[in-house]
Each structure stands twice: as structure tokens, then as C-alpha cells.
């Protein structure tokens, strides 16, 4: 899948390649004035933030929605009936009308008969409605080794275009060089998380 965002004209070989994760307005705005076209937001680092978060910095800088990549990572508490409740919450606080990308965050054990996939597949299943509404453009999940996402290729009906993994100079995801060929293999876009370090460094840069 080549295609990553049909509005914005972002895909698999363009994604920007340094983002920020970080609600505040005066990093927003620094990172957008320096040249950063990712923003990567959860709703945690959403919950004290003021509305129209994102778009208000965009026109400050004289930035174009479709100029810019904007994730949203969460874990929807583990329940379905979260998901579309919880976009909606995120786009209002940053006062757009769609993200590019929806990444789910989980941790699991790979066994596809424990009662955690099961709820993980329901999740998925709540996203996938997302993107057909294009409330959200693409899908993606975070944390996920080789087996997990095997896993869920079997489940799904729309497969995750990205996949979040810690990589930085201190840790590289275990070296997991299977990991890359997997994702690479599926057309799935590996993004490093905190590749500069991270919260080692205390820097909302990812």
C-alpha cells in the first residue's frame, strides 16, 4: 500500500521524518516555526489542553492543514466502545477535522485465544469504521513485534499502514532486524519513537 493519505498526498516514502509529541502550545509552535511537518498526540497529553490546540498553532505559523501529519496514539482504555467517542474528543481539543493516522497502543502476549486479543480485535474493528467515516485516514498500531502483527492480519480487514516502535542510540527495539523485514515485507512503514533519546533526554522530540 503505497497510498498513505489520500487529502494530504502523504504515503509510505514521504511521512516527515522528525516529529513532536507534546501538547503545549510553545513547543507546538517552536517545532512547526523549526521545520516539523509530524505531530504526534494522545489524549493524555490532551486532557489539559485548551481547544483548537493544533489549528491554532498551524495559523500562527502560516501552516496548511494538508502541509502537516498529525498521529493520534492511544490505547482507547481497551474498550470498543471508546473509540469513536475518543477521536472526536481529540479532534475537538486540536480543532481539526481528521488525523492522518490512528495508532493503537497495546501490549499482549501474541496468543490469539487469550481473552487480550480478543479485545484488541474489537478495538480494531471500532477503527476501521474510522477511516470509512475519514474521520481518520489511515491506520496504524504502536509497540507491535512481528508475531502481534501477524496476528492481527489474520483478524483484520484493514491492515496497519504504520508501526511505532521505540528505536533510538540507547535501544533499537531489541536489534530486531526480523522486525524491519516483516514490516517492510507488508507494506507496513516502521516510524522510530523518541529516536533521539526520548524521555532519557527529557525532549518531546520523537
Request: glycine content about 6%; aromatic content about 8%.
Amino acid at each position: 500500500m503505497d497510498v498513505l493519505n489520500r487529502k494530504s498526498g502523504f504515503n509510505l516514502r514521504n511521512i516527515p521524518l522528525c516529529g513532536v509529541l507534546s501538547a503545549k502550545p510553545e513547543e507546538l509552535l517552536s517545532a512547526i516555526q523549526s521545520g516539523v511537518r509530524l505531530i504526534n498526540i494522545s489524549p493524555m497529553v490532551l486532557e489539559k489542553a485548551d481547544g483548537d490546540l493544533i489549528s491554532n498553532c498551524l495559523k500562527k505559523c502560516s501552516v496548511k492543514r494538508d502541509g502537516v501529519f498529525i498521529m493520534l496514539n492511544c490505547t482507547f482504555n481497551k474498550d470498543e466502545s471508546c473509540v469513536e467517542r475518543t477521536v472526536h474528543d481529540a479532534l475537538e481539543k486540536c480543532g481539526l477535522d481528521y488525523f492522518d493516522n490512528c495508532s493503537l497502543s497495546w501490549r499482549y502476549d501474541n496468543e490469539k485465544s487469550t481473552k487480550e486479543f480478543a479485545k484488541m480485535c474489537a478495538v480494531w474493528k471500532a477503527m476501521e469504521k474510522l477511516e470509512d467515516t475519514n474521520l481518520v485516514l489511515s491506520l496504524g498500531v504502536s509497540n507491535f513485534g512481528a508475531s502481534a502483527l501477524t496476528n492481527l492480519f489474520d483478524y483484520c480487514h484493514k491492515k496497519p499502514v504504520t508501526n511505532a516502535v521505540e528505536m533510538h542510540p540507547y535501544l533499537s527495539h531489541g536489534g530486531d532486524d526480523d522486525l524491519h523485514d516483516f514490516c517492510e515485507l507488508n507494506d507496513v512503514h516502521l516510524l522510530a519513537y523518541s529516536p533521539f533519546g526520548g524521555s532519557a533526554l527529557n525532549s518531546p522530540t520523537q
